[in-house]
């Protein structure tokens, strides 16, 4: 994938400018580059890998290939409290997947994969969402569902009823600009057969 360093709105659907971008990192750490990639002394990349180097905060949009309109990903990465959201964008630029990982205290110094929000749409081309899925795992293979329904406007809530094995649910923090492990988006997890 192709790393490109710009914030993604997926309400606007537009990947950010480079100087809107670093702007919203300064107001995350406490920094102040963005005059510097205003002035083209910097790049979003070079002041995306001081941000990591440095462990802050930093945004970064997956794309599979040049040309492609929206990016595959967007990742939210936040080292100082040890948290990487990873949004998966379908083809009409609207979020479909968010994985969330958050420091695992089986594996110090890895992350866990602690929640996964599933979108689905009235149809393919519209925003009308018809239903969200919301899993939250934890270290000992608990697994809760709460499966909101937007037509009928109310909340669900599931819980497995015995512990499942999720070896597959951790990853190691990622180093700068090698996302491809943290961006898989299939996960290797047996969840309970929760009510349809």
Known sequence: MIAIFRNYSNTRKVLQTEP???GKWDIWNGTS???????GKLT???VAGRMHADGKCYTASL???DGDAYPAVFLEIMLPKQFIAVHFIDAMGRNSLIHHFSGA???PGGLFLTETWYYQFRKAEDEDEIQRLHYRYDERGNIRLRRYDEKHE???DYEGKVPVDV???YEPLPDFGAYESIAQKERDLTTPDFPA
């Open 20 to 22: 809107a971008t670093v």
């Open 33 to 39: 580059f963005r005059t510097r990639v205003e002035s």
């Open 44 to 46: 979003a990349e070079e």
């Open 63 to 65: 794309f599979k290939a």
């Open 105 to 107: 205290t089986e594996r």
């Open 154 to 156: 109310r909340a669900i």
């Open 167 to 169: 070896s597959g649910l």
